[in-house]
């Protein structure tokens, strides 16, 4: 690595070139045409920014050396074109007096940082109202700069006007706080400097401080709260490079603006903010994230400041990450990244409250250590916890588990010093595996104690606003995600105790999966934020969201359990394998050591073993389908499993991402429970196919009886279905259906279709009564993905007339029903158009396809693959396809399906981020389920070869357009 003297001597060099190349340093030299400065100017840019890209790709420049050696040769062109650009203006306006103005660097720039492709930000300072001559060249540098392509932010103001602005706005404070002079009147910016300082010692740290706590709260709101976003930002995210900046500006100013000029010197270690290891760790983090960031925007291109799925992979092979075992390169950067922003906000755990303390003074009637307390070993300063003095983690690790005790019992914030001893030792956390009292201490602050409405409670009555634990937030300024049980499991995840506790939740801190797109956080910000929901649900802060779950929580027999489930369903992610299996085998030895009893042991394993299994079910197999039923029924056998088996479904999707639950999914879950409820407590009747049929038919007869619908329409329309179409709708539908088609014979039309919105599902049913032909559910598939809408699930009968009478239930691209009265009229015409000839399926999908795909999509690999299924159904054969969503799958699998000459009974369509998961009940034409073992891979084999084409096809398609769009 190149040293800070050679560095200096390069930008020296390089500037002193340019210098006499526009003859500066020449008195008498002529003066040089502005376009060929400008094109002495392009070629110096070029040049000094292929030297930086060069030594910091070869790495022999770490990320903030890269930065500063940036900045400084940023600074020199400057310097020399306030230079040139004053030569000019006077010989233009042969000015003879001195053109007084100083041009300083400000913000980031000012701090002697540039990232590649950043903001340039100047302040053009002036004694007074700027002459015509100043105003000249001012006009001239930032128009030269704009002709070199930089992106310039700027001001001219006298100082009177910056010590306005500054007061009125923390915004510009913060950013002539790091003001730097370039070029031009020194005398003038050392008179800025002085009373700029006297105007913040004046105005005081405290305003400044709250000011920029909130400003940070705001940000961190905005861009996802959570530092463990599966696609963060790297400078504005939590954690990320504004936070360590935040912490050094509430540093300058409370500490003085001359004395503290770098948060990462080791001044701060002297002043006894941070010990040496921690600023050590600072100035890693600090390097690492500008390492991240200038490989971003080197990458991107641009000012890029999110690592999207598409650059994580390239990021990481050039900062070197590889396979390591099972463990992609693009993973192990990303836990790298993770665990370093992980380190920020440990670092401003520890350094803020000290600035607090030090601007706000302590404070006023803080809670105080009763004598309790003091016996236990703790204290309370500034009305927080701490360990009083000769209480040692090291000697008495269990102390570390009573702090967070007695401060959850007192309500009582950490103190930061706590928090640095807890980091500190946490490693001696390791001895207390199998601890009672820490098993304890641990499932008390996991679990918490039961809510009171579910022992005093009105049954069936929701509290109004409850919150659980009133724990003050982890981050004072941050509630939200942080409250409840979820501060707890924040604090004991963030010191390392959790894993000092639980090995196996070490090796899901930090953990991604690549190719999971639709989770949004890593695994251990998952599960904590899947026991924040299941104590929201518990506490009925939810009850409007999911009725249900919060009927199931009002008084569980296993609560527990259920807790320690959620906590373990996930641990074995990452590790190859079914990380269900692999989970529940962990569950077999964590328990125990956790103190609980071998049947709360066995409930725990089987939970984390059939935890998807719901939400399979549900979404991927038809429920009408009574062996679905029965299957699920043997697998669950209790009641209680049952009910703790949906909560955990039910956290855990709400915990994968916003856009994952939505009304449709409750909708099918809640039905698929009561189905499977109505089996464990023997009220289903479990007779023959013929006889529920025969039942169904008669009471569908009587309801249309009783509505006054004519015997000779009411026999005909009981004439039409098959079995499996009265075993598949309700009431209403039955007499939906009836009109329709009474209403399209009437008419004799050959097409009809009816849209009916659900907005409490989530959905909008779609009816459409067509002659039966090979290919029409292809065709209709097409049709709706051209409309911009997506199928979720399908039941398609064929009538005994040869009409079909196929029900879709579509949502839009949010999840939600398709209720706009233009959409719906257009939907209903494209159909019509699909089915009539008169519509270019395969050419309008295509156009789609290039609007909808990106390369943050295309980056995740998502294998193809084909499963077929002879048990899970008595009378059809299941076909399960796996594949990269894109508009017009569907479409491409089913006419598939069509060419082999097999009839679709159902689909049921469910995405996971860029992932789709497909599965149709499918008989051949005889109505018979396909036996044959050689068909049957042969229409494996065909699909999976159809799926491959397209997948290519679309990819190459929008692989085109992204060339032609760039």
Not at 94 to 110: C, D, L, R, W
Not at 226 to 254: A, H, I
């Amino acid at each position: 690595m190149p040293s800070h003297a050679h560095a200096s001597s390069t930008v020296e060099d390089m500037t002193l070139a340019l210098r006499d190349a526009l003859g500066l340093n020449a008195p008498y030299a002529p003066e040089l045409p502005r376009e060929e400065a400008i094109s002495l100017f392009r070629r110096h840019l070029a040049r000094f920014q292929s030297h930086v890209r060069e030594e910091f790709e070869a790495h022999r420049l770490g990320g903030a050396d890269a930065g500063k050696l940036l900045a400084g040769y940023t600074d020199g062109m400057i310097r020399t074109l306030c230079e040139f650009a004053t030569r000019s203006v006077r010989a233009e306006s042969h000015a003879k007096g001195e053109i007084s103005f100083a041009i300083t660097a400000t913000g980031g720039y000012g701090r002697g940082l540039l990232a590649p492709f950043s903001d340039i930000d100047l302040l053009f300072l002036t004694p007074d109202e700027p002459s015509d001559e100043v105003r000249g060249v001012v006009e001239y540098i930032l128009y030269f700069l704009w002709d070199l392509g930089l992106k310039v932010g700027h001001a001219t103001r006298t100082i009177d006007e910056c010590i306005t602005e500054a007061e009125a706005d923390t915004t510009v404070r913060t950013t002539l706080l790091d003001a730097r002079l370039l070029a031009g009147d020194a005398a003038l910016f050392a008179m800025f400097e002085a009373r700029y300082i006297v105007a913040c010692v004046t105005a005081g740290a405290a305003c400044f401080i709250t000011d920029k706590r909130r400003e940070r709260a705001a940000r961190h709101h905005r861009f996802g709260d959570s530092p463990y976003l599966v696609e963060p930002n790297v400078k504005e995210g939590r954690g990320g490079l504004r936070d360590l900046q935040t912490l050094y500006w509430m540093c300058r100013y409370t500490f003085g603006t001359r004395h503290v000029s770098d948060l990462l010197a080791p001044g701060f270690s002297a002043l006894g903010l941070l010990t040496e290891q921690e600023a050590k760790r600072a100035r890693r983090s600090w390097d690492f994230l500008w390492r991240v960031r200038f490989h971003l925007h080197y990458v991107s291109g641009r000012a890029e400041e999110r690592l999207t799925f598409d650059v994580q992979p390239v990021v990481g092979g050039r900062m070197g990450y590889t396979r390591h075992g099972r463990q992609v390169g693009v993973e192990r950067f990303m836990r790298h990244y993770f665990l370093t922003v992980r380190e920020v906000m440990r670092l401003t755990l520890v350094l803020e409250p000290a600035v607090l303390r030090q601007a706000l003074g302590p404070i006023a009637n803080a809670p105080q250590a009763d004598a309790q307390m003091r016996d236990a070993g703790f204290t309370v300063m500034d009305g927080r916890i701490l360990p009083e003095r000769g209480t040692s983690f090291e000697h008495e690790p269990i102390q570390m588990m009573r702090l967070l005790a007695w401060a959850k019992k007192r309500k009582l914030p950490i103190h930061p010093l706590a928090m640095q001893q807890l980091i500190r030792w946490e490693r001696h956390a390791a001895t207390l595996r199998g601890n009672a009292e820490a098993s304890s201490i641990f499932l008390d602050l996991m679990c918490g104690a039961p809510p009171e409405r579910a022992r005093h409670g009105a049954a069936g009555t929701p509290p109004a606003a409850v919150q659980g634990d009133d724990a003050p937030s982890f981050h004072q300024m941050d509630e939200g995600r942080r409250k409840g049980n979820a501060y707890w499991l924040h604090i004991l995840n963030e010191t390392g105790l959790m894993g000092r506790l639980l090995p196996d939740w070490s090796r899901v801190v930090g953990q991604m999966q690549f190719d999971t797109y639709y989770h949004v956080f890593t695994v251990d910000e998952h599960i904590i934020d899947a026991l924040r929901i299941l104590e929201r649900v518990e506490h009925g802060s939810m009850a409007d969201e999911i009725p249900l779950a919060y009927e199931l929580a009002r008084n569980l027999h296993s609560r527990r359990a259920l807790y320690v489930a959620v906590l373990l369903h996930d641990i074995a992610k990452g590790r190859g394998g079914d990380h269900s299996e692999i989970g529940s085998e962990i569950a077999l030895h964590v328990c125990p050591e956790l103190g609980m009893d071998s049947e709360e042991t066995e409930t725990v394993s089987w939970l984390v073993l059939h935890h998807l299994l719901l939400s399979h079910t549900a979404f991927q197999r038809d429920i009408d389908d009574p062996k679905t039923i029965l299957d699920l029924a043997d697998i669950i056998q209790s009641p209680e499993r049952l009910r703790l088996l949906l909560l955990l479904t039910i956290v855990d999707m709400r915990a994968v991402g916003p856009r994952v639950w939505n009304a449709w999914k409750a909708t099918l879950l809640n039905e698929l429970y009561m189905r499977v409820a109505e089996v464990l407590e023997g009220s289903m009747a479990t007779t023959e196919r013929d006889v529920r049929v025969a039942r169904a038919k008669a009471a569908t007869a009587q309801w249309l009886a009783e509505d006054g619908l004519p015997e000779g329409d009411i026999a005909h329309f009981m004439g039409l279905g098959y079995g499996s179409y009265w075993l598949s709708f309700d009431r209403d539908t039955h007499r939906r259906h009836i009109q329709l088609i009474t209403e399209s014979e009437a008419r004799q039309s050959p097409l009809t279709v009816e849209s009916q919105p659900i907005p409490a599902r989530g959905v909008t049913e779609v009816t459409i009564y067509a002659a039966d032909h090979p290919g029409l559910f292809s065709r209709i598939a097409g049709a709706v993905a051209i409309a911009g809408a997506s199928i979720v699930d399908a039941r398609i009968h064929t009538m005994t007339n040869g009409m079909a009478l196929d029900t879709l239930w579509v949502q839009d691209a949010d999840g939600a029903a398709f209720e706009e009265p233009q959409q719906l009229a257009r939907l209903s015409m494209l159909v019509e158009q699909a089915l009539s000839g008169q519509l270019n399926i395969n050419r309008e999908i295509a156009t789609c396809g290039r609007r909808g795909s990106g390369r943050r999509m295309r980056a995740i690999h998502v294998p193809p693959r084909v499963v077929i299924d002879n048990r899970a159904s008595n009378a059809c054969t299941v076909v399960e396809i796996n594949g990269r969503d894109r508009p017009g799958l569907l479409h491409d699998i089913t006419a598939t399906i069509s060419d082999q000459k097999l009839q679709i009974a159902s689909a049921h369509i469910t995405t996971y981020g860029v992932r789709a998961v497909d599965v149709f009940y499918v008989k051949d034409l005889f109505g018979l389920k396909i036996t044959d073992k050689t068909r049957l891979e042969t229409i494996r084999q065909t699909l999976l070869a159809g799926l491959q084409k397209a997948e290519a096809d679309a990819t190459r398609m929008t692989s085109a357009l992204d060339t032609v769009t760039i």
